[in-house]
């Protein structure tokens, strides 16, 4: 537990001791009946018979899955490198010398964060083909991921490039350099390191936004899930198959995490390192 | 222009409906956000084990596998409830875990000396965040707080995808009528726009206003 926090409540006496336990036990009993409850209710429903679980030795269903799975991934890779492109040159354009090119940036990076992503796909996939241009449920993903997580990307990118002590940028301009090698070779690295932990944590959001893809059809997990779960054939296996694709999206996402918090740890004992105060995860969810 | 004044009282009850999704899932979330943060700093190490599982759980799963287990799932296994209530759960369950976040990150912006100096006045864990802790944490709460309640505004869309009664909907309504969809998704971002920068003003003069120190 952290310092703060350690200095709400006393070293426990006798009587709290024992108040401590009696809620310890309470909370206990409390999750495992919720716990209970729940798999008494799958169990009567049926969702825990053989039946709706051999879908899993079906070579054809494994196969459905992986696909699913690379799709994801596809999405999530391809979102990923555009965000991060896109965030980079929308951040530029707002820390521009020249009002009109920062102006345009920031307008553009409220706009796209201001819309919700969900609306974004579908205006390229189902608004688009009315004025006679079709998208592919695909470039649709990727063009909504890459605008709404390349604005929120060049906040974070805005923000480490203004952290970085001003002392580097005017060593730089000292030393004759202009605005185009101070950003390149002094600002942006040191930028980049810094804010790190806020890159991967706005990556894992990417890799949750990617699922938004299930609404407009794209063949990414989810959508496998439901096309598998209401299969007849199959028994309708809906909650086991959704279980298992959780299981592989809450695994995906706490390895990305975790990734970002071993680079925070790193870079905290990095004396090179800027710390940036608690770039939160506060614009995600 | 007529697509939306065509349809305009389809539109307004659509964003209504989002609206009486945003602020019941708001409300929701933010008391079980609270709740969340109380236990994940509380004495007992039950409470903390429990609170740290729900956080890190949720905050790692999409919102639409989350409204997916309660759109299609939750009838089936337990008992009916309207789309709407569905829809009310799932995005209070996923947002109360950003919540909590925010809560404990602001409670440890209170300096210690408050929580030391409550102690020595002998007050109680409950007494102590309640009374002395969180009336403070308020400050350095709220534009964070702010941020995540926007993006819940942003995400009542998600629901939009399991048939919800909300904006997110709205092309169909149009389709169905033989209007544009295109034009009538860029009147739903117009109307999302007009929603989310009065919010997004607020929560930056707030971060100004009331910026800590950490």
Redesign the interface.
């Known amino acids: ?5 350690a ?4 070293v ?1 006496g006798p009587r ?1 001791r024992a108040r ?1 336990t009696l ?3 309470a ?2 009993a409390v ?1 495992a009946a919720l716990l209970a409850v ?1 798999v008494w ?2 169990g009567a ?1 049926g ?1 825990l018979d053989a039946r709706v679980w051999e879908w899993i030795t079906y070579e054809n269903v494994q196969l459905a899955l992986l696909d699913g799975l690379v799709n994801t991934l596809w999405a999530f890779a391809s979102g990923a490198v555009l965000a991060l492109l896109l965030g980079a040159v929308l951040a530029l354009g707002r820390l521009s010398d020249h009002r009109a090119l920062r102006s345009l940036a920031s307008g553009i990076v ?2 796209f ?8 796909m ?2 390229f996939y ?6 006679g241009v079709t998208v592919s449920t695909y470039a649709a993903v990727v063009l909504g991921l890459m605008l709404y997580n390349g604005a929120v990307l060049a906040e974070v990118f805005r923000a480490g490039v203004l952290a970085v002590p001003r002392g580097q940028s005017e060593a730089a301009y000292a030393l004759g350099m202009r605005k185009s090698g101070v950003m390149r070779f002094v600002l942006l690295p040191q930028a980049v390191r810094s804010m790190m932990p806020a890159i991967i944590s706005q990556l ?1 959001v990417l ?6 893809g ?2 407009i059809t794209y063949p990414e997990l ?1 959508f496998q ?2 096309f598998l ?1 209401s299969n007849a054939t199959l028994g309708s296996p ?2 086991p198959v ?1 279980l298992v ?2 299981v592989i ?2 695994a995906l ?2 390895l990305l ?1 975790a990734l970002a918090t071993w680079i925070e740890q790193r870079s905290r004992r990095n004396p090179a390192v800027i710390a940036v ?2 770039a ?6 | 222009m007529d697509v939306l004044l065509g349809n305009l009282g389809e539109f307004l009850t659509r964003f209504g409906g989002t609206l009486g999704l945003f602020v019941v899932s708001a409300i929701a979330s933010l008391i079980l956000g609270v709740v969340l943060a109380a236990m994940r ?8 084990a ?1 609170g740290t599982a729900y956080v ?2 949720l ?7 989350v409204l ?2 309660f759109a ?2 939750f009838t ?3 008992f009916y409830l309207p789309f709407f209530l569905l829809a009310v759960i799932g995005l209070s369950l ?2 109360a875990a ?1 919540v909590c ?2 809560v ?2 602001g ?4 300096p ?1 000396g408050q ?2 100096a409550a ?1 020595a006045l002998g007050l ?2 409950t007494q ?2 309640g009374l002395v ?1 969180l009336p403070q944490a308020v400050r350095s709460v709220m ?2 707080l702010t ?2 309640q926007i ?2 505004l ?2 009542t ?2 629901a ?2 399991f048939s919800v009664f909300e ?2 909907g709205f ?1 169909r309504a149009v ?1 169905e009528r033989g209007g ?7 009147w ?2 117009l109307g ?2 007009v929603l ?2 009065p919010l ?1 003003v607020l929560q930056r003069r707030l971060e100004k206003r009331w910026s800590v120190a ?1």
Do not use: H
Not at chain 1, 1 to 5: D, I, L, Q
Not at chain 2, 59 to 65: F, I, K, V
Not at chain 2, 180 to 186: D, I, Q
């Open positions: 537990m952290s310092a703060p926090t200095v709400l409540f006393d426990p709290a401590n809620a310890g036990v909370t206990l999750v729940i209710r799958l429903t969702q409220e706009l964060r201001a819309v919700p992503l969900v609306v974004l579908f205006l189902y608004g688009l083909p009315s004025a894992v890799l949750k936004d990617s699922a938004l299930f609404l989810l899930a439901q779960g809906l909650i959704a694709v959780a999206y809450i996402c706490l995490s105060a608690a939160g995860r506060p614009d995600d969810a | 700093v509380s004495p007992v190490p039950a409470m903390r429990t890190t759980l905050r790692n799963t999409p919102l639409t596998l997916f287990f299609l799932g089936k296994i337990f996923y947002t950003f976040e925010v404990r990150g409670i440890s912006t209170v210690e929580a030391e102690r109680g864990f102590i965040l802790v534009p964070p941020s995540v993006a819940l942003k995400n869309t998600v939009a995808g904006a997110g092309y389709n544009s969809t295109l034009v009538a998704l860029l739903v971002a999302f726009i989310v920068i997004t950490r």
